[in-house]
């Protein structure tokens, strides 16, 4: 053609091009998203011009986005009714680079020589990006103003482009990418419907594929909540949760400062890891101007929150940012605190406007708030918060947040007592629950074996220490009739250690039983009967000689340590006997007692002896 022009890339672009060609993108495949969200933006740009008073060229042309892919001539071919760009425009956008960013990271590169791969993802070169698949770029374009031409821009990425006059084209910019032979892929249709779908489902104006419509679910997020119907949110929830059912819970939001983020949450009905599915991967996609940046974007929210299920959107991610990986950590981490404290406050208010649907959403997920006390510390108070266990005096079945436990703590009481068991009936009938009932103090019923943990991660609540009553250092008021007296008890606690030697740590006269004659306690102080146990059941070492690290606390009140004192003397046998299985008794109470044949031969010589004497 007679009058082409031939022009040189600018010195900068040639680098870049190498670097965007070999080693800016790991997936080939974002070439795809880069040219939808150019079209994209080229039709926002005009509709900006047409509602500011522009003289538009065809402007009965609606904005819209079409691909063709043509697998026998091996091409694609994306086309917009965007702005387009005048024979200056193409010089300046395709061939120089505008960004004095990029400019000042290529100059550094060109001294260190050094090239940092976290350094180039941070600046838009989106169009070079079909170079990576192309070999030859055709770009047709003709721009918005009335009095401009067509223009086609052609280049194979090497040196320079092309550019002459062409007659006859519509508003707006078609954009063909002969492929290369290793990347014919991309002339077939399933494979950019696939892509297309990944990232450019909620791109605000219509996408066609080879004729066929693609994004017909609206990105609502970016909406105004008034506006949008039930419907719609639900609808929506099915397209990105993959979920039949209706969220138990949405949470829409949005703010300005620190970062401007628009966001829709939600929480599934059922948590899929109790099905069976193992550990899920987080469910929140990153998106920045309804563009996919990251799906399941790690770092968003704390991994205990993986539950969520839905979009976060902020146009604070910067625009030159590359869209593959988020490198700014620094920007996740303010998205994360922003976005956790949100959805915390959230589940707080839900748990008192909506206590059945807060009930339903413990009941599935509590695990994962337990999970947070322990791993997330900048969020454990106001997870404690959220946390509800049964209690003694409430009914069965009937659940108690802490704070409302700390309301109904007597003055005198200065800790919030919980005591881990099996289930209510084993928790009412706990020895360590003895002293409780007999004072008329409230304690927590923990049914969860990581509720240990997780009390012992809390550490206190609204101030007040968080114990368990095992560990408690209680004494029941005044002393009982009929107790042994202080020297007799401590007697006994003597001969109790000399007999039972190594089985036992200390022998120690309790002021906290009841109905009990004795109980172990776990003689160190950061550890307890229970925890051991989850340790043993999870194969963990629990220390040394985890057995024979019980003290032993004894009811002087209690008829069979009376009478053990009484006869000790006189039936020495007997008394070791009946010593033993008083230990025994007390483990199995605790739950510690791991081998019971032993305690059940004594137990039948024991009864023995019984039956003789009445015979
Ligand atoms: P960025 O989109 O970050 O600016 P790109 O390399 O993707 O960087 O695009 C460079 C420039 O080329 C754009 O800023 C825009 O001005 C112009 N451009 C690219 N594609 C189109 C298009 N389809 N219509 C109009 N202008 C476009
Ligand atoms: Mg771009």
């Known amino acids: ?68 892919t043509d697998e026998k001539a091996g091409t694609i071919t994306f086309t917009d009714t965007g702005l387009g760009m005048t ?51 055709t770009v047709l374009s003709r721009s918005f103003a009335p009095d401009e031409q067509g223009w086609q821009w052609t280049s194979e990425g090497m040196g320079g482009y092309e550019l002459a006059p062409a007659a006859d084209l519509p508003r707006g910019t078609r954009i063909t990418l002969e492929l290369k032979d290793e990347a014919k892929e991309f002339a077939q249709q399933d494979t950019i419907e696939r892509i297309i779908h990944r990232y450019s489902s909620f791109v605000p104006f219509p996408i066609e594929l080879n004729s066929k419509r693609l994004n017909t679910v609206q990105a609502i997020w970016a909406r105004k909540k008034s506006e949008i119907k039930e419907e719609e949110y639900n609808e929506f929830y099915t397209f990105i949760g993959h979920d039949h059912e209706k969220p138990l819970f949405r949470l829409h939001f949005s703010a300005d400062a620190p970062l401007a983020i628009q966001s829709l949450l939600f929480v599934p009905q059922r948590n899929f890891e109790t099905l069976g599915m193992g550990r899920m991967d987080l469910g929140v996609n990153l998106y ?16 205990w929150l993986r539950f969520l299920k839905g979009v976060v959107d902020s146009e604070d991610i910067p625009l030159n940012i590359s869209r593959e990986t988020m490198q700014d950590t620094s920007l996740m981490e303010k998205l994360n605190k922003v976005l956790t404290g949100r959805f915390l406050k959230f589940l707080d208010e839900q748990s008192e406007k909506e206590a059945e649907a807060y009930e339903k959403f413990y009941t599935e997920y509590q695990r994962f708030l337990k ?54 009936g084993a928790a009412e009938a706990s020895p360590y629950f003895e002293v409780f009932k007999e004072r008329k103090w409230e304690v927590l019923f923990l049914y969860d074996a990581w509720d240990e943990f997780v009390m012992e991660h809390l550490h206190t609540f609204d101030g007040k220490p968080l114990k368990l009553a095992e560990k408690a250092d209680l004494n029941l008021g005044g002393k009982p009739d009929g107790a042994l007296s202080d020297e007799a008890a401590a007697n006994l606690a003597k001969w109790l250690k000399e007999t039972l030697g190594d089985k036992v740590g200390e022998v120690r006269v309790s002021r906290r039983l009841v109905e009990s004659p004795a109980i172990v306690v776990d003689a160190d102080k950061y550890m307890t009967a229970s925890m051991r146990r989850i340790m043993k059941a999870m194969k963990q070492d629990a220390g040394p000689d985890a057995a024979a690290k019980h003290d032993l606390e004894i009811n002087p009140a ?27 008794n007390a483990r199995v109470a605790a739950g510690l007692l791991e081998d019971p044949r032993a305690m059940l031969s004594r137990l039948n010589q024991l009864l023995e002896r019984v039956l003789d004497k009445e015979s």
Request: glycine content about 6%; hydrophobic content about 40%.
């Open 371 to 424: 999970e947070g006390v322990v791993t997330d510390f900048p969020h454990r108070e106001a997870l404690g918060k959220l946390l509800r266990y049964e209690s003694s005096t409430l009914d069965k079945g009937k659940l108690t947040s802490l704070a409302d436990y700390v309301k109904r703590m007597p003055a005198d009481q200065k800790e919030v007592y919980c005591l881990l068991a099996a289930n209510r």
């Open 87 to 137: 024979h200056g425009e193409l010089v300046e956008n395709l061939g120089t680079i505008a960004h004095s960013g990029t400019k000042a990271f290529l100059k550094q590169l060109a001294e260190n020589k050094k090239p940092d791969i976290n350094l180039i993802g941070q600046f838009g070169v989106g169009f070079y990006s079909a170079f990576m698949v192309a070999r030859k770029v």
């Open 1 to 68: 053609m007679s009058n082409t022009e031939t022009h040189h890339f600018q010195a900068e672009i040639q680098q870049l091009l190498d670097i965007v060609i070999h080693s800016l993108y790991t997936d080939k495949e974002i070439f795809v998203r880069e040219l939808i969200s150019n079209a994209a933006d080229a039709c926002e740009r005009l509709r900006f011009k047409q509602s500011s008073g522009n003289a538009i060229q065809q402007s009965e042309l609606a904005p819209t986005i079409s691909v063709a």
């Open 288 to 303: 920045c101007r309804k563009v996919l940046i990251q799906a399941k974007a790690d770092g968003l929210f704390p991994g």
């Open 558 to 584: 209690h008829p069979l340590v009376t009478r053990l004192e009484a006869i000790r003397q006189k039936h020495g046998d007997l008394a070791v006997s009946v010593a033993e299985q008083i230990l025994d």
